[in-house]
């Protein structure tokens, strides 16, 4: 099967004849191919682009809305092969596969019910005779880059987003895991969606990247990545005056009073570290635990990592699956070997397991020196860090200590302490006692090196928009 690329409405393997390879991360087998788009697919994706949004800007807002709840519920319906193919292609156990896809109608919703409130405002004139409006309008056809850890969740906010504003978007998804995003994106043009309004290429990312940033007819362009591609793709953008969204690695605190449930807490931890493989930039990496309570939750925590079911993403009851890449396999190794070297100790896991598929143990780190890459670089996998700590503001000065400030978790019955971490921590998001992070409702973004802008929230769709000042005097 080779998966293929939407350009002006029609499916199509393009004009060149460079595939990709599908690989199934719990086996390593070759899965299928996806067709990778040539510069002449690239020029006619533009092309469709720009003429879908001069139909798409002028749809009404109350018919973008209907069209995108018709994509939602043809999201909701196909959710169960979007999970299937997510797991086949990305490794994740089923059950995660089923929330992220099951959950892609819920962000379309939401993105259908804002198309319907951007409301400008009235400003208040300096004479009578004058009329002082603004107008927000859609910024203009879009190029969007989404990564393959979340490869629904992070494409459906892109271009639903997009188009609740009125702008139209080409999407260029991962290669790793195209299928999924084909699904989605089917949806969409089965709800009425215009053709040249959704364009979904594949190919060499920084072919793409450049070709389309570069492009005049691009307005906006919103990347989720790595920290050195979105400084990169940053760059390019400023130099062609393109408005950015960038959502960037993190490498989240979790911070562990002395007063909380340790089971509790440390069940939570191991639940959110371990999910996706540790493949998520929200995902807490430095677990730093209050003296008090140290030993006790290191000994829960590594004992939930050593029980987790680890295999095919989509055999029953496993808990963690593959990485998605076996670069993946070699970035853990490094972090272990570096870290250990270093002086932490290796608590459990820290090896791959097996040579079939892209299988890493769930690793627990403790008492890691801060020279140790991993309290520095993202790792992007099933490793955590456990470390100590004693006064409060020690922990902040730890978690602030970073470039990162995407997510930072904290947790304490002491409303004095919350109160304290939530002011002191320097984060885009922050999840206080619970996992409370992603709902479609809410803003997703971080700060620093972590990039700015939001996704969700009603910040979601103002990334989407220009403002327009008018001023009129009356005739
Ligand atoms: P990578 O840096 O090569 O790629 C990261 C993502 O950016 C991929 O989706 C890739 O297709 C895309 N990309 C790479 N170069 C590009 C370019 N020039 N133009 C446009 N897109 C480009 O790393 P990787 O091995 O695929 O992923 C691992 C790293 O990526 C991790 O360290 C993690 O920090 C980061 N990552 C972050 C997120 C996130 O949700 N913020 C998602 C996926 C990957």
């Given at each position: 099967m080779t998966a293929s690329l939407f350009i002006n409405g029609k499916w199509t393997e393009g004009t060149g004849t460079r595939r990709g390879k599908l690989l199934n991360p719990s086996t390593g087998a070759e899965i299928g191919e996806v067709a990778f788009a040539e510069k002449a697919d690239l020029n006619a994706a533009l092309t469709a682009a720009e003429a879908g949004f001069r139909v798409w800007s002028q749809t009404s807002a109350y018919e973008r809305s209907r069209i995108l709840r018709k994509a939602a519920d043809l999201a909701r319906q196909h959710a169960g092969a979007i999970a299937e193919a997510i797991t086949r292609e990305q490794g994740k156990p089923l059950a995660e596969a089923r929330m992220e896809a099951g959950s892609a109608g819920d962000h379309i919703d939401w993105y259908?019910?804002?198309?319907?409130?951007?409301?400008?405002?009235?400003?208040?004139?300096?004479?009578?005779?004058?009329?002082?409006?603004?107008?927000?309008?859609?910024?203009?056809?879009?190029?969007?880059?989404?990564?393959?850890?979340?490869?629904?969740?992070?494409?459906?906010?892109?271009?639903?987003?997009?188009?609740?504003?009125?702008?139209?978007?080409?999407?260029?998804?991962?290669?790793?895991?195209?299928?999924?995003?084909?699904?989605?994106?089917?949806?969409?043009?089965?709800a009425g969606v215009p053709a040249g309004v959704v364009n979904l290429v594949f190919g060499v990312p920084s072919?793409?990247?450049?070709?389309?940033?570069?492009?005049?007819?691009?307005?906006?362009?919103?990347?989720?990545?790595?920290?050195?591609?979105?400084?990169?793709?940053?760059?390019?953008?400023?130099?062609?005056?393109?408005?950015?969204?960038?959502?960037?690695?993190?490498?989240?605190?979790?911070?562990?009073?002395?007063?909380?449930?340790?089971?509790?807490?440390?069940?939570?931890?191991?639940?959110?570290?371990?999910?996706?493989?540790?493949?998520?930039?929200?995902?807490?990496?430095?677990?730093?635990?209050?003296?008090g309570i140290y030993d006790a939750f290191l000994d829960a925590f590594v004992s939930g990592a050593k029980n987790l079911k680890v295999g095919d993403g989509s055999a029953e009851g496993v808990q963690m699956g593959p990485v998605a890449h076996a670069r993946r396999l070699d970035a853990m190794e490094g972090f272990v070997r570096d870290a250990v070297e270093k002086g932490a100790e290796l608590k459990t896991g820290g090896s791959r397991i097996g040579n079939e598929g892209f299988f890493f143990e769930p690793t627990v780190l403790a008492d890691v020196p801060l020279s140790a890459r991993v309290m520095n670089e993202e790792p992007f996998g099933p490793i955590a860090v456990v470390n100590r700590f004693n006064d409060l503001e020690d922990a902040i000065a730890e978690a602030n200590r970073l470039p990162y400030g995407l997510a930072a978790f904290a947790f304490s019955k002491r409303t004095d302490r919350t109160d304290r971490l939530m002011r002191g921590i320097e984060t885009g998001m922050m999840s206080i006692n619970h996992f409370?992070?992603?709902?479609?409702?809410?803003?997703?973004?971080?700060?620093?090196?972590?990039?700015?802008?939001?996704?969700?929230?009603?910040?979601?769709?103002?990334?989407?928009?220009?403002?327009?000042?008018?001023?009129?005097?009356?005739?």
């Open positions: 259908a019910e804002e198309a319907r409130r951007t409301y400008g405002r009235v400003i208040p004139a300096r004479t009578p005779s004058t009329q002082q409006m603004v107008l927000f309008e859609p910024v203009g056809p879009v190029a969007a880059f989404s990564p393959w850890n979340f490869p629904i969740g992070q494409l459906v906010r892109k271009i639903a987003g997009a188009l609740a504003a009125g702008c139209s978007v080409i999407a260029k998804a991962p290669e790793e895991t195209p299928t999924c995003a084909i699904k989605l994106v089917e949806c969409f043009e089965r072919e793409i990247s450049e070709h389309l940033i570069t492009s005049p007819i691009i307005r906006k362009v919103s990347f989720t990545g790595s920290v050195p591609v979105g400084r990169h793709l940053g760059a390019l953008s400023a130099q062609h005056l393109k408005r950015t969204t960038m959502e960037l690695g993190g490498h989240a605190p979790f911070i562990v009073c002395d007063d909380v449930d340790i089971a509790a807490i440390a069940g939570l931890g191991v639940a959110l570290k371990f999910r996706n493989a540790g493949q998520v930039c929200a995902s807490p990496t430095r677990f730093l635990v209050q003296d409370g992070l992603a709902a479609p409702e809410t803003p997703f973004g971080g700060i620093k090196d972590s990039g700015h802008g939001s996704e969700g929230g009603s910040e979601g769709i103002q990334a989407y928009l220009t403002t327009k000042f008018v001023s009129q005097l009356n005739a």
